[in-house]
C-alpha cells in the first residue's frame, strides 16, 4: 500500500513562529503536493514537487516556502505563521510519466492552529 | 481560469436513498477526472474516469464522465451512515505537471 505520512496530526504555534510540516512517502513518486483545505473552500494548492530540488507555486504560496531534498521528503514551512494560516494541511504524492496522470495518494493531514 | 464546480454543496438523506452527486468542470486540454471521498482525516480514491475509462463502479459506487457535458456524476446507492462524508471532484490537465484541480465538495449527512 502507498503511505504518505506526515510528521503530526495536530499542532498548536504561536504567531511569529518558523513552523516546519513534515510529509514523506514510501513509493518513490516523482510528485509530491502540499495543499490547504478550509470549509467552503477545499482544497487549495500551495506549492508542489516534480522532481528533488524542483518546486512551483500553486495558487496561494504566499507565507510559505517548501523543501524537497530527497525524493521521499517535501517539507512545507511557513516562515512567520500567522492566525490565517490556521488550517488543515494536507501532503499528497503521485507519479507522473509524460502526459499520463497517477493517482494522488494524500497524507492524514496536519491540523495547524496558529494563535 | 481553470474551474471544477460541485453540487450541491450539502445534502442530507436518509439510509436507504439513493443519491447523485455532480461534477462539472471547464479546463483546458482534460486529462481525467477523480474522486475522492473525505472522512475525518486524509482523502481516499474512490475512482479514476478518463476518455478511454468512462464509467466505473464499486459496489454501491458508481461514476460516469460525459465528456460532451464536461461533466461527471457519483452515485450512490443504498446510503449508509458510513457513506456520511466529504466527496471532492478533481480534474487533471495534460502538462501541468501533475496537479489536480480541486471541487469544492460535497458534504454528504446519511442519518440513520
Known amino acids: 500500500d502507498v503511505k504518505v505520512t506526515q510528521s503530526s496530526r495536530y499542532l498548536v504555534k504561536r504567531t511569529g513562529e518558523k513552523v516546519f510540516l513534515e510529509c514523506v512517502q514510501d513509493m518513490d513518486h516523482e510528485n509530491m503536493f502540499w495543499y490547504r483545505q478550509d470549509p467552503g473552500l477545499g482544497l487549495r494548492l500551495i506549492y508542489f514537487s516534480y522532481d528533488v530540488k524542483m518546486k512551483e507555486k500553486g495558487d496561494i504560496p504566499e507565507g510559505y516556502s517548501v523543501s524537497r531534498e530527497k525524493k521521499e521528503r517535501f517539507s512545507l514551512i511557513l516562515e512567520s505563521a500567522s492566525t490565517n494560516q490556521t488550517s488543515m494541511y494536507l501532503c499528497?504524492?503521485?507519479?507522473?510519466?509524460?502526459?499520463?496522470?497517477?493517482?494522488?495518494?494524500f497524507g492524514q493531514g496536519t491540523r495547524l492552529t496558529v494563535v | 481560469e481553470d474551474k471544477v464546480v460541485q453540487s450541491p454543496l450539502s445534502l442530507v438523506v436518509h439510509e436507504g436513498d439513493t443519491v447523485t452527486l455532480n461534477c462539472s468542470y471547464e479546463?483546458?486540454?482534460?486529462?481525467?477526472l477523480l474522486w475522492y471521498k473525505q472522512e475525518k482525516k486524509a482523502p481516499t480514491f474512490l475512482f479514476m474516469l478518463t476518455s478511454s475509462g468512462i464509467e466505473k463502479k464499486s459496489g454501491r459506487l458508481s461514476s460516469i464522465l460525459d465528456k460532451k457535458e464536461l461533466s461527471s456524476i457519483l452515485n450512490i446507492t443504498a446510503t449508509q451512515t458510513g457513506d456520511s462524508a466529504i466527496y471532492l471532484c478533481?480534474?487533471?490537465?495534460?502538462?501541468?505537471?501533475?496537479?489536480?484541480?480541486f471541487g469544492r465538495g460535497t458534504q454528504l449527512t446519511v442519518w440513520p
Open positions: 478533481a480534474v487533471n490537465r495534460g502538462s501541468t505537471l501533475g496537479r489536480l484541480y
Open positions: 499528497a504524492s503521485s507519479d507522473f510519466s509524460g502526459l499520463e496522470v497517477r493517482i494522488a495518494f
Open positions: 479546463v483546458t486540454n482534460f486529462r481525467s
